[in-house]
């Protein structure tokens, strides 16, 4: 399990660093693709089968799909990408500056109580279970999300419409 | 593990290879024989190995052979040469992992041990098939850009949006399903299959269902790339759209994973609409009760429909010399015939005979679902190649219009519909 785990933890985080470092736009959604299924592999690993495939249905099949459709679409050239000439130097001094945060947070984190964790029971974030906990227990904030998406919805189609004149 | 249990394992993953990349080839002399038919010509016929043709079937292994060694070419103008070889591995491997859910049989129970009959044993079902079939498309995106040239990045684009709007309907389609079979394993979802409406109809998903069933239908030909929905190919416009720039296996894997594509397509809609692995009124329980029987008629009918099928092949694979390669073809397959016939109807008596106890009874079931669900998938495949060869290309804003316009709202009511009858009748 640990290995896996290191396993998918690296690609998760060697695709966000390419994501932020590379010039072309599609190699960039492309390494948000490679953390993306990196997550949905750490989500099964904690046994939220649904998570999982939501997180590659949604984001991995649809949302990133989206992006690449754009980025070519808009079919930026080579010439007209942003030159980035100090690049090395802004990631060197970003580091640096970030280096006491980092610290700071993993002091944080070996300073917590150690707790005894339990295995989660059968049947742990499968869809029956997912849905039920949704629809008794948290069903208003499920409704107002809906409301919330359902208003976005209608706000994209606004923008999206041609002005009748 | 014991030994049973990886025999098991091993015979699903066997099954699963061959469902998928082993009815590779045959789709594809089905293609071109059918496409032959309709065209109302022969379709390649003549490619033999020591005059054993099997009616074209060799063509494909021909045709296999070219595609492996031929060169490897690639066009200077391409600069990112590692995703150009990566997009069709992402095609094919996605296409091959969408068949690994795929129930080929029901539960099959030696013993104490219970095994799922399937490629990788996860009850993910349904939404495994979406979450990779949806991540085929990055690889048809992926070649495309990477290829350098403005058809192949037309085609591209073309897929991507064809695919991001042909999901959503699938999506919601497979949503009434679901609604209706009260669970997304397969197997839960193939046995509610298995019983009857009002006493003498088979429940199918296309009794049950038939407009989620023609709405998915239709969407799955789009994810597949498959006319009347293949604009990304396009090839009198496009060239050969997002695949242009291939060559060799490189585009073997493209070819090779659409045809997987397609099987596994056609493999989730005969499982949710057209009863998975059960024959119409005989469901696990009824083929375990009375496997006697079964395997009665099995001794009678194999040997009639053999008996059938080498008069057709008498009729239709001779020459007027008789030393032809056609007329010692068929005497040879003759003899394959009823050699398998023979050994057939001994096995089956012995069995009849000694009894064959409550596993065998249950492997027996198994195998009789395996060749049930095969037939059924080659039957669908035939559709989807039937299909391409007599309808034309849709226009790219037709296209559109079609998935958003008609099926997405299609597939919204009938969701509604489905949730209030659901309610009011119990399901």
Redesign the interface.
Known sequence: MDIIFLLLSFFAILGAVCMVLSHQP?HSA?SL?LTIIALAGLFALLSA??LF??Q??VY???II??F??II??L?VKEANLPKEPNKNMTLFFGIIGLLPLNYLILKALYMMPSKQLVLAHDGFGD?KNLGMELFEKWLLPFELISILLLVALIGAVVYGRKEEV | MNSISVTVVIINIILAVLFSLGAAPILVWIERRVAGFIQDRMGPNRCHIKGIRLGGIIQSFADMLKLVFKEDFEANGIKQSF?FSLAPVIVFCSAFLTFMVMPFADDLKIGEQVFRMQGLPID?GV??F???A??S??GI??GG?ASNNKYS?LG??RA??Q??SY?AAM?LSLVSVLITYGS?HLVDIVNFQGQLLFGFIPAWGIVVQPLAALIFIITAFAEANRTPFDIAEGESELVGGFHTEYSAMRFGLFFVGEYVAMSASSALIVTLFLGGYHLPWLNTHFLQQNISWVFVFLMIAIPCVSYIFSQWMFKNNRWLEVDNIRNRESKLLFKIIVGINVLIIVGLGLFLAFGIGENGTNIATAMIQVVTFAVKLMLMNFIFVWVRWTLPRFRYDQLQDLGWKILMPLAIANIVLTATIVVVFGA
């Open positions: 599609v492309l693709i089968s649904f495939m939501v590659i249905i991995a099949g649809a799909t989206l690449i459709f070519m679409f079919n869809i | 995703f993910l939404l495994w979406l979450a990779f949806g991540l498309v990055y995106m992926l850009w990045l591209s684009m991507g949006a695919v991001i999901e999506g997304i």
